[in-house]
Structures are given as C-alpha cells and as structure tokens.
C-alpha cells in the first residue's frame, strides 16, 4: 500500500520555510535568463507549466504574447471541448433555465414535494457545471490570458450568485464576459449592463419609475444601486467626479430595464425593456441633458461613461495592479490611459502597451504579485500536470481559502492585493491544501511528479528552498515545493 503522507509531518517544516522566504524573499530572488519567459508565464496564465516554459523558449516571448492576444488564432484543447460538451446544463438558455427552474407560488404549490425536491436538486447542477467549466478552462485552455482577463472582468463586473436565482445565470453571464474579455470596453459594459444577472445582483429590475403603473409588487419607485455601481465600480471610480444628482439621473434612465422570466419577450439572455416602469422625462448626466427617449438614453450614458477620461484611468489602475504591482506605478497607469483613450476603449491595444511597457518588464516586479487563493491552487493544479483533477474537491478547497467560484457577496469582488490574504491561518491553510494535491487527492491518489513541479519554477527557487527541499525525506519534497514562498508569488 502507498504510504499516505500525514499533513502535521510538513507543516511545521513548511511554515518555516514559508515565512523566512516571505520575509526574505524580495531580496533573496536570483534572476536568471530565463527570469523573463517565467514572469511572462506567472502573469499571462494561471501557472506556468514545465511545457510552457519550453515551449515559450522555443518559439519566443514575442509570438507568446501576440497569441494571447488573439485568442481566437489559438486551437482550443480537444479535451477540454470533450469535457465541457458533458457539462449539459452549461448552454442551456437562460429563458429555458426560468422555466425549468424558478418556481412561482402558483406552480409550486401544483408540485409534489419529492418534484420539488428534484427540481432543486437539478437547479444545483447549473451552478455546480458552472463552476466546474470555470475551473477547468483556467486548468487546461491554451487560451490562458482570455481566462485571466475573464476573471479579471467577473471581479470588476461582479454578482452574487446566491442573491435570487442568480445561480442559474452565472455561467451565462460569464461566457458573456468571456467573448469579450479582449474585445472592446463599451460593448462589455453594455453586455454586463443588459445581462438579468447584473439586473437580479443590483435590484434594476425592481427599478421604476414612482408614479408609473408599473410600479407595482416589489418594484415600489427608483432603485440607486446598480446606478450608483455602473459609476463607482464599473466606470468612472469613486473619484471620477460624478455627483448624486448624476447618481439619481442614471438610475431614473435605468427604470424599466428588467427581466423576462417568462422567456417569450426579452433577448436571448432574458433582458426586457418595461416602458411602462420607464421615467420619460428627460436628464441631466455629467453635464449633459439627455432627452428622456426610453431605452437608449441608458446606451447614451454608457457610450459617455466608456470614453470618460476617468473611465480610462480607473481601469487602467487596475489593469496595472492586476498585472504589475499591488502600488502600480503611476508612469505605467498614464500610459495605459493614454492608449485606452486614444483605441477608445480596445482591450487588446491597453494590454499590448502593458505588457510591452518598461515597467511590466523591469525584473523588480518579477514574482512580486502574492496569489490569490485561487490563483494559488490553480497554479499548483497547473504546475504539477495533474491532468484529471477532482473538481468537487477544488471547490471545496477554495471554500476553505475563503474564495468560492462565483461567491463573492460584495460588489467590488475579490481583491487581487496581498493584504487581504496573507495571514497565520490563511497560510497554514494553504500548506495544508499543498500537501494534500502532493499526496494525490486531486488525482486519483497518486502522488505528485516533483520533477515537473520543479521545473515549472524554473530560476524562481530560491537557494534556501532548494536547501530545505534537499534536507526533506524523497516523499515530502513535492509537498514542501508546492508550499513554499515561490509557490505563493507570480
């Protein structure tokens, strides 16, 4: 039988490591040649593998980055389509998802309790296939800096999928994301802007006018939330230098839009115009009077919001510190903004100009970004080539990091800074997570290559890990590698 390795053996030995190389590891890191390819790897990807590394080297930094940015001149991995095409519930429409799934007063009490029952225990597979489809295209799609981006644009643009019936929507809404993570800002604002996740997440769709006749049931009169959002989080920023009078404005243009739980009136995804929730009278946005038209007085507002010099900025800002620095330099956010303005809003043209920047390039942002929790054990699946890996198991894992798939209660979504996540606990945890994907848990129990592990950190080891790992027991030293203060850092 395998010897199970016990995880109170490593950690003391790991928690060692792991904060001496913390406290060490800014002024400890040696850089080699093959730093660059490594660094373009950590940030470009969820993890660099040992393939990667080789293959980037064969064919050059260069023709990397420019096939990222083209996702679409990339083939995507033929197992990954095979295991995604078993998901069935992941392309099922959001009209078909209503109907099959939220069950008004009227047709719950027409159901059995054991229907009711199986209704809800298939309604739990959407959200599940969801978040399995999430994970496993961040494991193995080629196409690595769009599931980066999709992720960095979910947290911008976050919901919650436990608010209503959420949870049925957010494969949906992220796919939406997905097709244009690279694309232009202001058709990703107005697909997030349109989409009955955002409108369920935010309380548009109880957003009404307070004397039209709409305005009846839970949608009682005018609803500031998602406006105050579309301009706080999404767009300008909290110092973009809109008002409350614009607040007010912009959630009196959003009355009526709304949801088709129906599935026979909306679009695709289920968004539906209630003119008779709409207010008609016209507004004054940032300076600017909108005539009061209906529908496109909120298409209005957004193409102002996307070309705003504030808009340009704010996310630049976090593009930069995504990518760079939890403190970006502010040359580098200037520039961003600069080429945000000027391609008015083209994604692929800002990171084009960050990830051929000075700055992005300077070795003294190499391996400074610390992981997220997701980011983290997405990146040991990816190091350790586990090519099978238990997605039940994952999950539950990062319900321990306190980072769920799609679970993030707040608006602003999870941060992407080392504060929020380095603490004792947090990184006993993770160690602890460590030394169970090196013992096998994820893959049918068999343990960990450490040769694979190793060569995915490349020059990144640092000399006091490799003499640990050299001291440790054969058995321990996967574990202790995917534990130790390179692991936690891109």
Not at 383 to 404: F, K, S, V
Request: aromatic share 10%; net charge positive; hydrophobic share 40%.
């Amino acid at each position: 039988m395998k010897q199970k390795l016990k995880y109170w053996l490593l950690l003391p030995l790991c928690g060692a490591l792991l904060w001496f190389g913390l406290a060490t590891y800014q002024t400890s890191a040696r850089l080699v040649d093959d730093a660059r390819v490594l660094h373009i790897l950590n940030r470009l990807s969820f993890g660099a593998t040992a393939e990667q590394i080789d293959r980037v080297k064969q064919s050059g930094i260069e023709a990397y980055i420019k096939a990222q940015l083209s996702p679409e001149s990339i083939s995507n991995s033929p197992k990954l389509e095979k295991h995604l095409a078993k998901l069935d519930k992941l392309n099922t429409s959001t009209s078909e998802l209503y109907k099959k799934y939220v069950l008004n007063k009227q047709k719950r009490e027409s159901l059995s309790p054991q229907k009711i029952k199986q209704i809800n225990k298939e309604r739990r597979k959407v959200y599940q296939q969801a978040v399995e489809a999430n994970l496993a295209r961040a494991i193995a799609s080629p196409r690595q800096l769009q599931e980066v981006m999709t992720n960095f644009w979910f947290n911008h643009f976050n919901v919650f999928a436990q608010k209503n019936f959420s949870d049925l929507l957010v494969g949906n809404y992220e796919n939406q994301i997905r097709n244009y993570a690279l694309g232009n800002f202001r058709d990703l604002l107005g697909v997030t802007a349109k989409h009955p996740a955002m409108l369920l997440y935010l309380d548009n769709h109880l957003n009404t006018a307070p004397k039209s006749p709409g305005a009846r049931g839970n949608a009682k009169g005018l609803n500031e939330n998602y406006a105050r959002e579309l301009l706080e989080l999404h767009t300008l920023g909290v110092d973009g230098g809109y008002t409350q009078a614009d607040i007010i404005a912009l959630a009196r243009m959003l009355t009526g839009w709304g949801i088709d739980r129906q599935g026979n009136r909306g679009d695709e995804n289920g968004f539906f115009f209630y003119k008779n929730r709409h207010d008609f009278e016209d507004k004054v946005f940032l300076g600017t009077t909108i005539e009061g038209k209906g529908e496109e007085e909120v298409e209005q507002a957004l193409d102002m919001l996307a070309v705003h010099p504030a808009t340009a900025r704010f996310i630049s800002y976090k593009l930069a510190q995504y990518f760079v620095a939890d403190e970006p330099p502010n040359s580098l956010v200037e520039k961003l903004a600069s080429t945000f303005q000027e391609t008015e809003g083209d994604i692929k043209s800002v990171l084009d100009t960050l990830f051929h920047s000075p700055e992005f390039n300077d070795p003294k942002y190499y391996h400074q970004k610390f992981k997220t929790p997701q980011q983290y054990i997405l990146s040991l699946v990816r190091a350790a080539e586990i090519a099978n890996p238990n997605y039940n198991r994952l999950r539950g894992m990062l319900d321990r990091l306190a980072m769920p798939i799609f679970l993030c209660p707040t608006p602003d979504g999870y941060e992407n800074t080392r504060s929020p996540w380095l603490n004792p606990e947090a990184m006993l945890t993770r160690i602890s997570l460590a030394t169970a994907i090196a013992n096998g848990t994820l893959d049918k129990e068999d343990p960990v290559d450490i040769t694979k592990i190793e060569a995915s950190l490349g020059s990144n080891l640092s000399a006091q890990t490799k003499e640990a790992v050299n001291k440790t027991p054969p058995r321990l030293r996967a574990a202790l590698l995917l534990g130790s203060p390179e692991m936690m850092y891109r």
